[in-house]
């Protein structure tokens, strides 16, 4: 069992950046690959990004170039660097871990999830 909690969400302007976290607790995350998605007001919950256990990386298109993914196994945290925020970013935003292999893009694959933060782009 693992537990995760986001934090790092707020209100930017267009154009700014936020960096969230996710603290897992119970086990170490370089025992999962780690995922974001979001969830915008009457939306299904998508994809964001995720990294593997060998630190692979992928990300949706709408989000590619302007965030970042990262790890770090010491802190057992996941963060998601979000540069160039644009008001369609806006949704709350959660971390999810994936105890199989392979690169998890969909939310049926994860095991666990956050209770989410919230990100709020104003335009």
């Known amino acids: 069992q693992v537990q995760l909690v986001e934090s790092g969400g707020g209100l930017v302007q267009a154009g700014g950046s936020l960096r969230l976290s996710c603290v897992a607790s119970g086990r170490t995350v370089s025992n999962y690959a780690m995922g974001w998605f979001r969830q915008a007001p009457g939306k299904e919950r998508e994809f964001v990004a995720a990294i593997t256990r060998s630190a692979y990386t992928t990300y949706a298109d709408s989000v590619k170039g302007r965030f970042t993914i990262s790890r770090d196994n010491a802190k057992n945290t996941v963060y998601l660097q979000m540069n160039s925020l644009k008001h369609e970013d806006t949704a709350i935003y959660y971390c999810?871990?994936?105890?199989?292999?392979?690169?998890?893009?969909?939310?049926?694959?994860?095991?666990?999830w956050g209770q989410g933060t919230q990100v709020t782009v104003s335009s």
């Open positions: 999810a871990a994936d105890r199989g292999v392979g690169v998890p893009t969909t939310t049926s694959t994860y095991d666990y």
